[in-house]
């Protein structure tokens, strides 16, 4: 943490605070949507077919658990 | 006041006034002309009967209803697969798959899910938000980082004419729109913009349909022009005819197929001018049970591809 904070104020200088609280507003912005779609990404690839199932196994008429797993 | 109207003009000939008011029906009412077919389905016959889905090896699919809405399915499929390469030769490796799919089927709502062995997710998603409005959403998910797509589509059918807005990762846009301009004419265009390749086109299209044959066209900046032309001969015989052009790389394509639906079987066949001949059979052996035969001989290539594979449910 120390060696970040003392690459900062080398590169900014003077203008350091204001322009750098800007920049993360938006660069803060763009991290959260990145983590959202990563997480969204690995929430759809494990749970799309089991979701797909649990709504196919609740409608009428219902079938039974082992009609899963039979190949009859 | 009954008077006043001549005799003469009470009688008129019976046979005039029915091809007056025939006349009337055949002229066109522009107010109502039909729907036009999605604009990424311009070209669908030309495809579904010059590109048919060949394939290598063996293939065994079962697809199990457990309910009205609701099927599992399992597929098998064993081939050699090709993997690019640099040089002109192309390379295969022995591969096999199993894939498990889940399919729920409403009038309202599709979801459909496909996954194989090495973990990659195929899903296509469909949801009619209203008559009119449609949510479509297609991603192919992988483990590997960075080789994910996903899409977004949002359709909106008018009276006459459709729209389309739809956005894929890595900042990719794109909208069309076709409408119906007389009874058997439709045009539309779409614009597309990749934010990633830094790329954006725009494109124009037109269909011509009438009960016997559909002629399509499309140009698109991206260089690309493709014409198709389907007759449809009989019942059980359509023959289709396709030029893809691309004005900047100078490639030119042109393929003659046709399309023999029968009772039985379902058989397609092409030859390209790429000397690539196709040949495809679906053969219903009982009910639920199809039998499939597909081969491809590049002769330029020296690529000689035959697969068979069963079909149940």
Redesign the interface.
């Known amino acids: 943490m120390a060696s970040k904070v003392s690459l900062k104020t080398k590169g900014k200088g003077g203008k350091g605070s204001k322009g750098s609280d800007e920049k993360s507003a938006a660069q803060c912005l763009k991290d959260w949507s990145t983590w959202a ?1 990563k997480k969204a ?1 690995v929430v ?2 494990y749970g ?2 089991p ?3 649990v ?3 609740n ?1 009428e ?1 219902k ?1 039974q658990l082992y ?2 797993l039979s ?1 009859v | 006041m009954a008077g006043l109207v001549p005799p003469g003009t009470t009688t008129i000939p019976a046979e005039a006034s029915k091809t007056a008011h025939t006349k009337a029906e055949e002229k066109t009412d522009y107010m109502n002309l039909p729907c036009p077919i999605p604009f990424e389905e311009l070209q669908r016959e030309a495809l579904m009967s010059l590109k048919p889905e060949t394939f290598e090896g063996l293939r065994f699919d ?1 697809t ?1 209803g ?2 009205q ?2 099927s ?1 399915s399992h597929s098998v499929s064993m081939g050699p697969t090709e993997i690019p390469s640099q040089s002109a030769e192309t390379i295969k490796i022995p591969t096999a798959h199993y894939e ?1 799919g ?3 089927i ?1 009038p309202n709502l599709m ?3 496909r ?1 194989l062995t090495d ?1 990659r ?1 195929n ?1 296509r998603v469909k949801w009619d938000l209203t008559e009119n409005l449609t949510v479509k959403a297609n ?1 192919q ?1 992988t ?1 590997e980082p960075h080789m ?1 797509h ?1 899409m977004f589509n949002f359709d909106y059918k008018g009276k006459d004419y459709r729209s389309q807005f739809q956005m894929g ?1 890595g900042a990719l846009f794109g909208a069309s729109y076709i409408q119906s301009v007389t009874p058997h004419l439709s045009l539309g265009g779409e614009v597309f913009w990749a934010g990633q390749h830094r790329k954006s086109g725009l494109g124009y299209a037109a269909r011509y349909e009438t009960d016997k044959m559909v002629a399509a066209g499309q140009v698109a900046s991206t260089g690309m022009i493709a014409l198709s032309y389907v007759q449809k001969v009989s019942e059980k015989v359509s023959l289709a005819s396709d030029f893809m052009y691309n004005y900047i790389t100078k490639d030119v394509t042109s393929s003659v197929g046709y399309d023999y639906i029968l009772r039985q079987c379902r058989l397609r066949g092409k030859i390209d001018s790429n000397g690539c001949t196709t040949g495809f059979l679906e053969e219903r052996l009982n009910m639920g049970l199809n039998f499939i035969l597909s081969a491809e001989i590049d002769h330029m290539k020296k690529d000689y591809k035959f697969g068979f594979g069963l079909t149940v449910g």
């Open positions: 779609m990404k759809t690839h799309f077919i979701l797909v199932i709504i196919g196994m409608t008429p079938p009609q899963l190949p | 079962f199990k457990l309910n809405k609701f599992l498990f889940a399919n729920f409403d979801l459909i899910g996954v973990g997710l899903a991603a998910l483990n994910s996903g990762n």
